[in-house]
Antibody, heavy 129, light 110 residues
Framework: EVQLVQSGAEVKKPGESLKISCKGS????????IGWVRQMPGKGLEWMGI????????RYSPSFQGQVTISADKSISTAYLQWSSLKASDTAMYYC??????????????????????WGKGTTVTVSS | SYELTQPPSVSVSPGQTARITCSGD??????AYWYQQKPGQAPVLVIY???ERPSGIPERFSGSSSGTTVTLTISGVQAEDEADYYC?????????????FGGGTKLTVL
């Protein structure tokens, strides 16, 4: 069975650092993109970015570029989402998700797009003084 | 930036048909995906490539596409279908296109 197991809930103060994790099992971890989705309280889903554990190629949403760091350790089939200095506005649920990549064609040439077929249960991050 | 537009809410009685729409200028050229999120749970993929259903998803869930609008249809709605539904597609330009979500639609089963 394909599974993504996320680390437990975190309560932090503004300015602190944090690294949450997502461990994949039941599939070849290095052969699929894995990424993170934010859901602020009572709000919708926001895509943050992805990493390909096979070669550590990483892509970020412009909204999250520079705000977080996505990494992976393929030796233990684990992806990470990291903050160096948390803000109260980082309070949210964070989901990891396995991404499927597909290629399509356009008038300007081929392009790649993604969708999510397996999700972790989420990690709640609360940032409060 | 590219946007997908969904109605905030849809209400239906049990046994009726629910239709949830998602509009975006690039949808005629790009596939849409649908996720169901029940309260307190992670999202689940219910439709991929506009109209394909993953294994384990009930047949009452179907998807269609027409022009700039894609539609998730739930036939014979059951109480357990009450959830938030999100459409997803890709950004409209670039070689590696970012994931874009619609704002979500809350389905209420009356």
């Amino acid at each position: 069975e394909v599974q993504l197991v996320q680390s437990g809930a975190e309560v932090k103060k503004p300015g602190e650092s944090l690294k949450i994790s997502c461990k994949g099992s039941g599939y070849s971890f290095t052969s699929y993109w894995i990424g993170w989705v934010r859901q602020m309280p009572g709000k919708g889903l926001e895509w943050m970015g992805i990493i390909y554990p096979g070669d550590s190629d990483t892509r970020y949403s412009p909204s999250f570029q520079g705000q977080v760091t996505i990494s992976a350790d393929k030796s233990i089939s684990t992806a990470y989402l990291q903050w160096s200095s948390l803000k109260a506005s980082d309070t949210a649920m964070y989901y990891c998700a396995r991404h499927r990549s597909r290629q399509a064609g356009s008038s300007t040439g081929p392009y790649y797009y993604y969708y999510m077929d397996v999700w972790g249960k989420g990690t709640t991050v609360t940032v409060s003084s | 930036s590219y946007e997908l537009t969904q109605p905030p809410s849809v209400s239906v009685s049990p046994g009726q048909t629910a239709r949830i729409t998602c509009s975006g200028d690039a949808l005629p050229k790009q596939y849409a995906y649908w996720y169901q999120q029940k309260p307190g749970q992670a999202p689940v993929l219910v439709i991929y490539k506009d109209s394909e259903r993953p294994s384990g998803i009930p047949e009452r869930f179907s998807g269609s596409s027409s022009g700039t609008t894609v539609t998730l249809t739930i036939s014979g709605v059951q109480a357990e279908d009450e959830a938030d539904y999100y459409c997803q597609s890709a950004d409209s330009s670039g070689t590696y296109r970012d994931v874009v979500f619609g704002g979500g639609t809350k389905l209420t089963v009356l």
